[in-house]
């Protein structure tokens, strides 16, 4: 028996045969259309991983005549980019060498920038794919002679017949007859993530640490047929002519322990972790407290307390601000209460902190605010400092002129008289509009009503 991959066994034949990714092969869609004209321009394929990129690259050089290279951006250097270079010039008709680029993020500017020629001049077509955004990892001259099309985590429901697949596959393959519990395989299809390869490799892993049963131990048979060992032809055929087995037992704890915590698609330094946060702040903004705590349990599962910590910190003072100010103080508590703690303790009090937010009232008047005032700031408005505001508490203020007139509030009632602070070119500049909660609203009053403008 040879020792190729399950996921290499089942890769589909024709496009049809995709799982996932419907958006982009689905009857009618446009890279469907491309490829299938066999006219294939440069791409750049982004999307996590096991989701059939570079399936998808494979397919289309063995369906399209073109010699496929392969390059892998951890390991590739400029060397190896120009003996591809140098090889396509032998291997027939100009432009038939398809360059698969895995990884192309891990290539720095120099490496990508060696490319350029000769896909402006046609000599190779690229597909490069990553992981990672290519708006921020890509050499912006390559993205522009590119079309990206993004690859999104398959759905539940269309990993079920790909597992199902894989099952079928691996006990013909490991010559077991296969009995599978009720839930294995919806459990295998929740818990991978979206990714088509970990699917697979956990359905090939149950086979293998399947243990033999009886009939009447139940479970559903996938395999009715016993079967025998057979050749790769045998798994492109279908052929069934096997010998008898004992059947394998398949269970929904095996399936369990197996597929642990694949679904957890994180890294700290990765798209995943922005866009969880991103997604973590949009719901409290929004007052959804259950969208909310369901992207806080993805970083509690990842172990990011502390991302987590912080960004709850800028939520109270960004989003939540002068409607609640209290919010701050509270969160606080609560991400210090949950720093002691650690986890899992802690996301109690983080949680806590996450329903008051998202039921708190909202204002981003304070951001609003600072925002206008910066920009005019970083766009050369300001002006020199009225001379009644400068520093007084030196010897010589007084014949400079500084802080003189300056009019003290609190020798006034209310504790306040009119005088100008902002510099002269900005002196009528308004950056700080009240809210509409009620916190804001009475504030606004208070200050109306000791300026003497309350109506």
């Known amino acids: 028996m040879n020792n190729t991959p399950l996921a290499d066994l089942i890769r589909p034949k024709s496009l049809d045969d995709f799982v996932g990714q419907t958006h982009l092969l689905g009857d009618g869609k446009p890279l469907k259309r491309i490829i299938e004209q066999k006219r294939i321009p440069n791409m750049i394929f982004y999307g996590p991983s096991g989701v059939g990129k570079t399936t998808l690259a494979r397919f289309i050089s063995d369906n399209s005549n073109m010699t496929l290279r392969k390059l892998n951006g951890t390991s590739a250097g400029t060397a190896n980019i120009k003996e591809i270079i140098n090889e396509s010039g032998t291997l027939g008709s100009f432009g038939s060498v398809l360059v698969y680029l895995d990884e192309i993020q891990y290539l720095n ?55 199902e697949r894989a099952f079928r596959i691996a006990g013909e393959y490991n010559s077991r007859t296969l009995e ?16 088509v390869r970990k699917s697979i490799n956990c359905a090939e892993l149950c086979v293998l640490s399947a243990e033999p049963t009886s009939k009447e131990d139940g479970g559903v048979s996938v395999a009715e047929e016993p079967v025998k060992s057979f050749s790769q032809d045998d798994v492109n055929t279908g052929k069934d002519d096997f010998t008898d087995k004992s059947p394998y037992l398949v269970t929904l704890e095996t399936a369990k322990l197996l597929t642990q915590r694949s679904n957890m698609r994180y890294d700290r330094d990765g798209d995943e972790h922005y866009d969880i946060l991103s997604a973590l702040q949009k719901s409290i903004r929004g007052s959804d407290e259950n969208a909310a705590l369901h992207y806080a349990a993805r970083l509690f599962a990842a172990g990011d307390m502390l991302s987590l910590c912080r960004r709850l910190m800028v939520i109270a003072c960004e989003d939540i601000g002068l ?90 009632p209310n504790h306040f008289t009119p005088q100008q602070y902002l510099p002269d070119p900005l002196k009528d500049k308004v950056y700080y509009s009240f809210g509409d909660n009620k916190t804001e609203q009475a504030a606004k009053q208070y200050r109306d009503r000791i300026r003497g403008n309350q109506d």
Request: charged share 20%; hydrophobic share 40%.
């Open 323 to 412: 409607a609640y100010p209290a919010a701050i103080s509270i969160v606080r508590a609560c991400v210090e209460s949950a720093k002691e703690l650690g986890l899992p303790e802690a996301r109690i009090p983080l949680a806590e902190a996450i329903i008051l937010l998202c039921t708190a009232p909202k204002s981003n008047s304070g951001i609003l605010a600072i925002d206008a005032a910066s920009a005019d700031i970083e766009n050369g408005f300001s002006g020199g400092i009225p001379a009644n505001l400068r520093d007084s508490h030196y010897g010589g203020a007084a014949k400079l002129g500084h802080g003189g007139g300056y009019k003290y509030p609190h020798d006034y």
């Open 109 to 163: 500017k120099k490496q990508q920038q060696s490319l350029l020629e000769f896909i402006e001049n046609g000599q190779i077509t690229l597909i490069a794919s990553t992981t990672e955004n290519p708006y921020f990892y890509v050499y912006g001259a390559i993205i522009s002679r590119s079309t990206i099309f993004e690859f999104k985590p398959v759905s539940p429901n269309e990993l079920k017949p790909a597992i």
């Open 180 to 195: 599978i519990e009720d839930g294995v395989i919806d459990y295998i299809a929740a818990g991978c993530g979206g990714d």
